[in-house]
């Protein structure tokens, strides 16, 4: 993640955002997905900003790559602060339980819902179609 001066212009933004993916290209740093999340207050003033460009990105890399992008945002004008963060393989397989768990989840509501679907129609009552009512009138003159 990264933070960018807040600049009124959003082509200016866009252009930095854009420099910083090219340089990460050149490094060999495979972009996964950039999050622009846009101005933010910020959480105490850096500079004379109290407001900042939030951008995610996630990346995959190694580490001398990690490095060098650091070192070159440090030097970036407009970039006021950047935090990089190790995902762990743990990370990873927790999201994917996550995920199977939600999926058996959703499939279990849906297995209830047709369930409760099919034994609403069987306990409708039979007098409301015609047919129960015929049975009925020759019930009653069987009688």
């Known amino acids: 993640m990264y933070i960018l001066e807040p600049n009124p ?7 930095l955002i854009g420099q910083i993916e090219e ?3 050149k490094q060999g740093v495979s972009i996964e997905g950039t999050d622009p999340w846009g101005k933010r207050r910020l959480a ?17 890399a190694e580490a001398e790559a990690i490095s060098e992008l650091e070192r070159r945002l440090r030097v970036t004008d407009g970039v006021l602060r950047f935090l990089t963060v190790r995902v762990d393989k743990e990370q990873g397989k927790l999201e994917r339980r996550k995920a199977r768990k939600a999926a058996r989840e959703q499939a279990r509501r849906e297995r209830r819902r047709r369930k409760a679907a099919a034994s609403e129609q069987a306990a409708a009552p039979e ?3 015609p047919e129960s009512a015929k049975s ?5 003159e069987v009688e």
Do not use: P
């Not at 212009?9 to 252009?15: L, M, P, R, S």
């Not at 460009?53 to 996630?58: D, G, I, Q, T």
């Not at 009925?136 to 009653?140: F, I, K, L, P, Y």
């Open 9 to 15: 212009d959003e082509e200016a933004t866009k252009a």
């Open 136 to 140: 009925t009138e020759s019930a009653a």
């Open 23 to 25: 340089f990460m290209g």
């Open 44 to 60: 105490y003033r850096i500079g004379r900003h109290t407001e900042g460009y939030y951008v995610l990105s996630r990346l995959k």
């Open 127 to 129: 007098a409301d179609s």
